[in-house]
């Protein structure tokens, strides 16, 4: 992995030299706000609009992975900032749902660990305990929305993207010391390498289950092309999650789980010069594309990297450049008058031309997963997860 990083250097620093110059003036500009996406070059704000929306943590977390990395204080200002306004979500429990650990452990979790702020981890413990209840004992998963979020009983709804909420329950058991945390999220990654990791490596996003005993009532397309589809972002979150349950547990199966996972991705991202589409099972035409599946992944395969073998080392680590050198390509904007940093994201698949809102455009996530990526080429060895 060292290796492959020294032959990149000089890529590796021209590109986090842009992305801190750029960086250090948007995080002054938008101290006040929850970015959302970037609309004609400036922040939206999700702070009015949906307080408990489950993207506000990013940006908050964003600013302690760069505060994490250069010392500069603006970075902190900016992210204690945006953990005092994530406290208008905290309040309103009954909004809240299994994207807490997105919410909270980039932002209260990074504090906490990064400056000791008990006050942090008092916010984070409270999301962590949020997280904990949700689990249904009789299905064997951690439900994912409230009733009637999407207009439907969500009552046996759990969802890919929610391996990527565990690590908030991994840190509340080491933090207060009490395995049941850890068993919990254990509980769902099985149940999610069980019920929505395909044989192939490929996943279901969304699985119905009986709420009343374990087993699978259906599965749902959710943002993807159709419920035997692989929608590309889901699939990073099976990767990059995966490894991140192999870290905190040390389980083996988890690491093969996501090796499976990313070899999938890799297999299909190759295909479109390793810029990922929306779903990798869709028709191939028209292309659409999301570039946060991409920097979601590679952060995923430089976490594996470090737990193969030297040869697969390096074959992870090249695939992970090449997912960053891309989108670096093709997707970023350097401009510093302009506040969004990686475009291209995609919420979802567009199944008609009218559903292209949301498509296309820049996500908070895709900024936060280019840097952490970043980061992690460059050496720093905080995992926020
Ligand atoms: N967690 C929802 C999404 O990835 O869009």
Redo the contacts with the bound molecule.
Sequence with gaps: MKRVIQENQNWINETWNKIEKKLSVVSVRSREKLPYTTIEGTHDDKKEKNISW?TNGFWGGMMWLMYEATGNEEFRKTAERSEDLLDGALFQYKKLHH?VGFMWHLTSGANYRLTGNEKSGARNFFAATSLFSRYNISGDFIRAWNKGTWGASTDGYS?I?CLMNLPLLYWASEEVEDERFKKIAMRHMDMAMRDHIREDGSVNHIVNHEVDKVGVVNVLAG?GYSETSCWS?GLA?AVYGSVISYIHTGRESYLEAAKKTANYFIEHCKKTDYLPVIDFAAPDTPVYYDSTAGVCTACGLLEIAKYVSEEKSRYYTEEAIKILKACDKHFCNYEVSEDALVLMGS??YPHTDNAMKGVHIPIIYGDFFFVEAMCKLRGREFLIW
Excluded: F, K, T
Aim: hydrophobic residues 35%; proline residues 0%.
């Design positions: 489950w994207d969802i993207d943002q972002r979150w919420e979802r």
